[in-house]
């Protein structure tokens, strides 16, 4: 059932694509998809290479005696459209309703070009083009989960999306015979025989190691899903699988621009496979100089006790040199924090501070701090606060004697921004803020870039500053025209070494003793790791 043959598709040898052929599209199941998601609906199409409709929408539904994590479809599509394009992509929406939120949502989409060139066997993006040959076989597609819809389409940006851990869609294409129709539905074969290609879908080690955790999980079949809902609802009749469908796709009525299923729900948290942290860089940063972050733990927040226990703290210090001053970034390494408890609401505090030298004495400056959720607990169960997240900087001193009361919020955005307007020493730094990437080591294939701005979550910001703090191209073709970072490096000294001094400094000052981020710490209130990733 695990078996995954990496292999490239050997059936596209036959002959050319007639204008008057035909062919069969057939979804035959799902793998390991997230058990949030509950029953999904597939919304089949066909596009030219701008986007252009070619087929009208076609909705797939599964077996309802199959489960949530491996659904089966065994459904098909003909089409014998004339004089099809032969740019043509097939694109089919993955339509889910949120059986925690309620609400209807696009799980993500597969994407797969319906012919290719005769010889190159490349993608066609000629119109006009008249030797190509049908993409046929049987492909194992990763789902992404970030709108695949550009123009002119091209398969080679859609495959550097994100796309959901573990999870992919079995699929066929098959010709039709010459002059038919139609003909009967053909059984797909076997997973295990590894007749599915996966060219076009790879996995991780981290994904083969949480496939080999969920097969072993129970997964509830769509039937006891669907049953659920209406016992929520105080419906207790018993619906036939016809009748059920029917029911629960009156809900389901997402556009293909729909909101996006959030990625932080795909699997609930595990202490062994822990959190990758990364604190991607500031924006509208109201000091010319080269900023550290000390990141402390909370509960308990040692470092603010008198006694200033650093063993819960470590520093993010590394900064890129050609990165703006305005909007500095750093290259650190992103850390992966395993083995931390979820009985707590861990909470990660930032602070924020800069380093000056005067005749060569380090000088440390206090410039404003931030905090974070490890963890969301709002979908039934403890799930990494995955995400890409923009934070409001508060002014410093961080006021300690708030600490234990900020980590029992439970909605920690609401409890700081009601905090910011009844605290005297809890003011913002407008429109300053530091942008920080969590989430599930597992989650290897979301958030694959560096500082992507249009994925700002501002939801910790109060709606009424987004537009202050807001990062949009016009901000970013802006402040990368400003002076660098590289501008402040002392003359003589090489940027390493100007880092190199900073960063010592920072360790000294902060009382912070980590020479690597490999230190392991055990204390009564967590036991994690932190490593290099």
């Known amino acids: 059932e695990m078996c995954i043959r990496d292999s490239n598709n050997s059936e596209i040898n036959g002959a050319d694509y007639l204008p008057s052929d035909g062919f069969i599209i057939y979804i035959d199941s799902m793998r390991f998809i997230p058990e949030n998601c509950g029953l999904i ?3 089949l199409r066909a596009y030219t290479i701008n986007l252009d409709k070619l087929i009208e929408e076609t909705m797939i539904f599964p077996d309802l005696s199959s489960t949530v994590c491996m659904p089966v479809y065994k459904k098909k599509k003909i089409l014998t459209v004339s004089n099809l394009d032969p740019t043509a992509v097939i694109i089919a929406s993955l339509e889910v309703f949120d059986k925690e939120l309620l609400k209807d949502r696009i799980l993500g989409f597969i994407v797969l070009n319906a012919f290719i060139d005769s010889v190159s066997k490349e993608p066609i993006s000629d119109v006009n083009a008249v030797n190509y040959r049908l993409n046929e076989g049987h492909f194992q597609l990763p789902i992404y989960c970030e709108y695949p819809f550009s123009t002119p389409f091209k398969m080679d940006k859609v495959i550097m999306l994100d796309t959901i851990p573990c999870a992919s869609v079995l699929v066929r294409i098959k010709k039709l015979p010459s002059g038919k129709q139609d003909m009967e539905y053909e059984e797909p074969p076997e997973y295990k025989t590894g007749e599915y290609h996966t060219m076009y879908c790879t996995f991780s080690p981290e994904e083969r190691d949480l496939m080999s955790e969920r097969i072993l999980e129970h997964s509830s079949t769509l039937k006891e899903v669907i049953e659920s809902w209406r016992a929520r609802e105080g419906i207790k009749t018993e619906l036939r699988e016809i009748e059920a469908v029917e029911w629960l796709t009156s809900f389901m009525k997402a556009a293909p621009h729909a909101y996006i299923f959030d990625y932080k729900y795909y699997e609930k948290y595990n202490p062994t496979a822990g959190i990758l942290f990364s604190i991607e860089g500031f924006h509208n940063c109201p000091t010319n100089l080269p900023l550290v972050v000390l990141c402390t733990f909370n509960p308990p927040g040692e470092y ?4 200033r226990n650093p063993s819960s703290s470590f520093l993010i210090s590394s900064v890129q040199f050609d990165s703006p001053q305005k909007s500095m970034r750093f290259s650190e390494t992103a850390q992966r924090m395993t083995g931390i408890n979820d009985t707590e609401r861990w909470q990660l505090i930032l602070d924020i501070r800069s380093v000056t030298f005067e005749k060569g ?9 931030s905090i974070i959720s490890l963890f969301d607990r709002s979908h039934g169960g403890t799930y990494v606060n995955t995400g890409l997240h923009q934070l409001p900087v508060y002014k410093a001193p961080l006021p300690a004697s708030v600490l234990s009361d900020v980590a029992k919020a439970s909605d920690l955005h609401v409890y700081m921004q009601d905090l910011a307007t009844r605290h005297p020493s809890v003011k913002y730094v407008e429109p ?9 080591f597992r989650y290897q294939n979301v958030y694959k870039g560096t500082f992507e701005y249009k994925r700002f979550n501002k939801n910790a910001i109060p709606k009424a500053q987004w537009g202050a703090y807001d990062y949009n191209i016009q901000t970013h073709a802006r402040v990368e025209k400003g002076p660098k970072l590289k501008e402040l490096v002392p003359s003589g000294e090489t940027a390493e070494s100007y880092q190199q001094r900073i960063t010592e400094a920072a360790k000294k000052l902060s009382l912070i003793h980590i020479s690597e981020p490999t230190r392991r710490y055990a204390n009564s209130y967590a036991v994690f790791c932190l490593k290099k990733k």
């Open 432 to 440: 300053m803020s530091i942008i920080v990437l969590l989430k599930d």
């Open 304 to 307: 603010y006790e008198t006694s």
């Open 41 to 43: 609906k597939v919304n």
């Open 361 to 369: 004495e380090p000088k440390l400056v206090e410039w404003g701090w």
